[in-house]
């Protein structure tokens, strides 16, 4: 599931100090005017601490570099560095900073650390992992250590092993907010809904204010069918950070699963007030439109992702199916093939083509349609009805009690295959087989009769047929 909380920059930082920003302008001033203080390290620690804890990693790293100017062999100051260059995206400069400062001091557990989650961010793993069990080597309940570890076996979705770190880092610290974030992160993908909600509210207890960790606990809610308390959560993480797109998109989708499409409508709008090309939110607003039956708005939105995405199969598909409910059948076929074309090993496209081939007459190519769908889906008893329906119509009779037979086998409640079965034998004369056939039609569902009153009117007196409709 998407969790837009990773982006692992989160480096151990340095402890936090006291320091106001005008202490820090006065070492600024007095830098910048070669005062006494431009050959303090102290000094210099403290406003890179200052920058980066404001995030400010251009101007941090200025001063770490004039530290190292004058303590060269300062592991920790090299450390530093790494860590900022990492939020600044410089991986390998990165680090060459931490294999600089494990040069100086290869004993110490936090430059592994941020070293592994360096190479994490260069999508080195193995080299990542190995570097987080040199830490815990060092010190085997380093919780820094055991956490990014784990995020690292989520990585490579080896969930079970991640939940167990997760686990040891609770029983050593059970006010631990990111393991519990993250045990609620695997949870979901082990598929323990139930587990990952908990994990999540724990996490939430301690740390209210975390938008993703509420969007996160929405797609679980969402995933078990629970839409409301979704929308619930998806409302909180809005609440806290209100152009999260992902959750308009999400509260969109939970409120189509409600079937209240006004509100789906204006969270796919808002959406892409934040988002103006989101091919899925243009998608998804043109299936809620569809479903309220304006097909001309749901045109105009599938048509729209399609501008940015010429290879949205799912939108083809949505023309094609605005077409055949306007009676456009000619155009229909054209968007279900567009869309087939695309993506043709997607059984519903055939089947779509399939149908709008029936309805333009063009039977031939309507049942090769239905023959790949089965060996697409082989299991879907409906296409083997129409494929022996349509052979039946076709007059290829020994064909269609074939793919008919199929069908009953697939689901022996299917009526309607055994009603084409009997038109089928009665075609072939065969009315006595042809009886059997209809009993078990009739008795399946009794409203057949009428169909077959309409059909053969002259055979409800037939002494064949007349004892299904209490005549004998």
């Known amino acids: 599931m998407p969790d837009f909380d990773r982006n692992n920059d989160d480096n151990i930082g340095p402890k936090p100090n006291k320091r106001s920003e005008d202490d820090v302008r006065r070492f600024r001033e007095s830098l910048r005017n070669g005062g006494k203080d431009i050959n303090n390290p102290e000094a210099l620690e403290e406003i890179i601490q200052f920058y980066f804890e404001h995030e400010k990693f251009e101007e941090a790293l200025t001063y770490a570099d004039r530290l190292l100017s004058f303590e060269p062999y300062n592991a920790e100051a090299w450390q530093r560095k790494g860590m900022i260059l990492n939020n600044l995206f410089r991986y390998n400069e990165a680090l060459d900073c931490f294999d600089k400062a494990l040069g100086l001091n290869p004993t110490d557990p936090e430059a592994y650390i941020n070293r592994g989650i360096t190479l994490d961010n260069l999508n080195r793993i193995t080299e990542a992992m190995a570097s987080f069990d040199k830490a815990l080597e060092l010190d085997s309940s380093h919780e820094d250590a055991l956490l990014h570890k784990g995020i690292t076996l989520e990585k490579l979705e080896r969930f079970v092993e991640a939940e167990s770190i997760f686990h040891h880092v609770l029983q050593i610290d059970p006010e631990h907010i990111d393991a519990w974030y993250e045990l609620g992160y695997c949870y979901d993908y082990l598929d323990k809904p139930a587990e990952s909600i908990r994990c999540y509210d724990e996490h939430l207890n301690r740390d209210p204010f975390n938008y993703n960790a509420w969007y996160n606990k929405g797609i679980v809610h969402n995933r078990v069918g629970q839409f409301t308390k979704a929308i619930e959560s998806y409302e909180y993480s809005l609440a806290i950070k209100e152009d999260f797109s992902a959750a308009w998109f999400n509260m969109g989708n939970a409120y189509a699963n409600l079937g209240r499409l006004q509100d789906a409508i204006r969270c796919f709008k808002t959406t892409l007030t934040y988002e103006l090309k989101d091919v899925a939110a243009l998608h998804n607003l043109g299936n809620a439109y569809e479903e309220l039956n304006d097909f001309h708005e749901a045109l105009s939105c599938y048509s729209s992702a399609i501008e940015i995405d010429?290879?949205?199969?799912?939108?083809?598909?949505g023309i094609g199916c605005c077409h055949d409910a306007m009676g456009h059948t000619e155009q229909a076929y054209t968007a279900y093939k567009k869309a087939l074309d695309i993506h043709p090993e997607y059984s519903e496209y055939w089947y779509a083509c399939g149908d709008a081939l029936y309805n333009l007459g063009r039977i031939d190519e309507c049942i090769e349609c239905y023959r790949k769908v089965i060996t697409l889906d082989p299991k879907d008893s409906e296409i083997w009805f129409?494929?022996?329906?349509?052979?039946?119509?076709?007059?290829?009779?020994?064909?269609?009690?074939?793919?008919?037979?199929?069908c009953t086998k697939l689901d022996p409640k299917f009526a309607p295959a055994y009603f084409s079965r009997g038109k089928v034998l009665i075609s072939m004369n065969l009315k006595e087989e042809a009886s059997n056939e209809f009993f078990i039609a009739f008795n399946l569902v009794p409203e057949l009769k009428k169909e077959f009153e309409q059909l053969f009117p002259n055979l409800t007196t037939d002494r064949l047929f007349a004892h299904l409709f209490g005549k004998q």
């Open 310 to 317: 010429s290879q949205h199969h799912e939108s083809f598909f």
């Open 386 to 406: 129409d494929l022996g329906d349509t052979l039946g119509e076709k007059g290829m009779y020994s064909e269609a009690l074939t793919a008919l037979g199929e």
